[in-house]
């Protein structure tokens, strides 16, 4: 979710909402406390296409503390008993980045360093209190809240992105070093690391991600190597997580009585458990391993049939193993019930080619950035009941694409990897997602996008047949290595224990990740029993035997009768065998477990979710 920072805190929050958006500035207070799914819904998207970009209400004010006592006497929700005087606390409204997770008002503090952090975590124990860090919420998944809790729940969200965002770069390191703040944001990090000459293999595409929110969720770009390149120093084509060399968390320390700061080496077992924690653990601090930053080459493509695209495995022609294996960095956007996708591909490219654009900043694809009044008629006719409109929609996202890459002469562009590997922003279109990762092997990698697109699209036609357009968003696809401790500069580095990416110990032959992700509107009509279909199929045809199915834990997964993450038997069996497949004991999903809880005996950092996925 996009919130700026204010580091000055203002004396009346709804004020400064009114100043800088009147358009979504109304208080909380105002809300439709009974409003039902399905209007929220419809509501949602109103006012963000009204406002020009799918982003919902506001959520910046902030009831400052001044005035907490007069907001108990209105018969508000009551502040937290013997909170630390001197930390900031407030009332703010928290939203996930699909709107489906909308919460008016919860207690918020912003801690100045990782000393107040660590205050605010001994006084939730104390008190019987949980602690939920807060980034930008730019997550789909309620790892964090649950839609149902408010301030009324003794929870305090732990404001991370205002204070805790400092960078020590240490160039000179073996490997070049970065030391970091949970709160320091991918696009500044980036853009500091640019200016020293070092970067990441690659990253995820919005830059409005806290590094702490990447970490605990085992955050990721797209690539692997190329035929005959060669991993660079510093680099990993695993998930963010894997370049990590040592993080600072708040955990228990028994010999003290107290939670207290606490730095874990990558080659210490317990570091295992907090490289992907999910929410699980409050990590403060994170010193990732890089290597030199590299000028790319990104073409986009939006000429290419999806049926040579996804073709069988063995076929001739423009396949996606052919530019995998040629360039190494691929994603595709197929958008529904049309023939191309908008295929991207990044290469390793050291000199500006001939007739080909330099990038000098990143977000280079301003026409995927921004709703147009044509999209927005669509996407209002689509939520206000007419999913008949769904393949006039996807027809028109492609045509803005194609004719928008030329517009901005966004076809052929080269610059440094940030300034490539960035391209979502806040405004860009809010959808809700499903999402998965397939373990398997380079070799099996277009067997697995072509019996997966073939799937989905049998499946949309089926559901078309019947006059239903469960999913109007696209299909994206991108490829990433695994989490390899020999891509880490570091003796005896573990390997994160939770981690989607994490490489499968009896199957050393896998050594990539497909992730799979399916994008609509939130709420659309069928979408969840659709969603659930597709699960079902991905846990079955990937089960093992060529391939292994895990959820990508910021997306939507555990479809069942309430929708998604209310599977009890995926959330309870299937996931955590996923993680046990192919693992030594000692070494898998239970070990993890055992480690977080160890730390945090009093379940300080746990949600609804997580109390059910790691009890």
Known sequence: MSTPNHPDRPRDGRELARAQHPERAEPAEQAEPTESPEAGRRRFIAQALAAGAVAAWWPAFRIEAARIEAAVRAGECAAPPGFPTHIALFRQAYESWSGEIRIDAMWTCSPRDPAEVVEVVNWAARNGYRVRPRGMNHNWSPLNLAPTQGCGDKVVLLDTATHLKRVRIERDAQPARVVAQAGVLMQDLLAQMKQAGLGF??????????????????????????????RRSGHSYGSLSNLVLALTAVVWDAGQGAYALRTFRRDEADCAAFLVHLGRALIVEATLQAGADQRLRCQSYVNIAASELFAAPGSAGRTFASFLDRSGRVETIHFPFTGNPWLKVWTPTPSLPPLVREAVAPFNYPFSDSISPELAALIRDVNLGDVSRTPALGALQYTLVAAGLVFTAGFDLWGWSSDLLLYVKPTTLRVTANGYAVITSRANVQRVVHEFVGYYQARAEAYRAQGLFPVNGPVEIRVTGLDRAG????????EPLLSAARPVRERPEWDCAVWLDLLTLPGTPQMQAFYREVEQWVFARFSGVDALARVEWSKGWGYGADGAWSDAAVIGQGIPQSLRYGQSVGADWDAARAILNRYDPARVYASPLLDRLLP
């Open 201 to 230: 293999a690659h990253v995820p595409a919005p830059g409005d991600l806290t590094l702490g929110g990447v970490l605990a969720i085992d955050g990721h770009g797209t690539a692997v190597p190329a035929q005959g390149e060669t």
């Open 487 to 494: 891509e880490v500069g570091m003796a005896g580095a573990v």
